[in-house]
């Protein structure tokens, strides 16, 4: 990989990256109406709370509220990712860039 072959540095901490530098609109779509929901999202879908008779239905609804989020989320990252370069050029100034960039990738993943 790029990193192995010393193109690019490692990422560092998620603690130590400067997400200010997202500064695409998509990039903060992302974040706060996917990546942040999601966990709230898949315990509601899993809660099994109710009825035994409404079960299924809240199920089927918990599941496709999920599937739609899921679809919805991979629309948004499939426009981002064609429109903008997550791995730029490795110069010094962008490695910070593409690690916000990065780390994003890899919290949608």
Known sequence: TAVKRGDYPP???????????????????????????????VEEASSLKGEEDNLVVMVQS????????????????????SRVKILLAPETHLIPLIHARMILALAVK
Do not use: N, R, T
């Open 11 to 41: 990422l560092p901490d998620i603690k130590l990256i400067d997400y200010s530098l997202l500064k695409e609109e998509e990039e903060w779509d992302l974040l706060y109406s996917y990546v942040f929901l999601y966990p709230a999202l």
């Open 62 to 81: 918990g599941l496709k509220k999920l599937c739609q989020f899921l679809s919805k989320l991979c629309h948004v990252f499939s426009c981002y990712y």
